[in-house]
Nanobody
Framework: QVQLVESGGGLVQAGGSRRLSCAASRDILKIDVMAWYRQAPGEERKLVAAITSGESTNYADSVKGRFTISRDTAKNTVYLQMNSLKPEDTAVYYC?????????WGQGTQVTVSS
């Protein structure tokens, strides 16, 4: 079992920045992949960024160069630094942990980007 708690969402103006945090209940070095997904109203949940236990990263094309995923292993926390935010980044952002064959989700945090 992995519990995930997201924080950092809120309202931000276009062009601004925001950092999301995801605190895990276990050692993230033993989690195969940790990722951020987002879901906008009426749309499917989509991958935003991922980081493996070996610290390889992957990003959706729409956020490359603007978002950065990172981790603090001492705090068992993964971050998503979001810069140059656009109104189309508005969504509920979910933290995800994939361990072997199991996927765990946080409760989500709303990010709203105003134009």
């Amino acid at each position: 079992q992995v519990q995930l708690v997201e924080s950092g969402g809120g309202l931000v103006q276009a062009g601004g920045s925001r950092r999301l945090s995801c605190a895990a209940s276990r050692d993230i070095l033993k989690i195969d992949v940790m990722a951020w997904y987002r879901q906008a109203p009426g749309e499917e949940r989509k991958l935003v960024a991922a980081i493996t236990s070996g610290e390889s990263t992957n990003y959706a094309d729409s956020v490359k160069g603007r978002f950065t995923i990172s981790r603090d292993t001492a705090k068992n926390t993964v971050y998503l630094q979001m810069n140059s935010l656009k109104p189309e980044d508005t969504a509920v952002y979910y933290c995800n942990a994939f361990v072997f064959t199991h996927a765990y989700w946080g409760q989500g945090t709303q990010v709203t980007v105003s134009s």
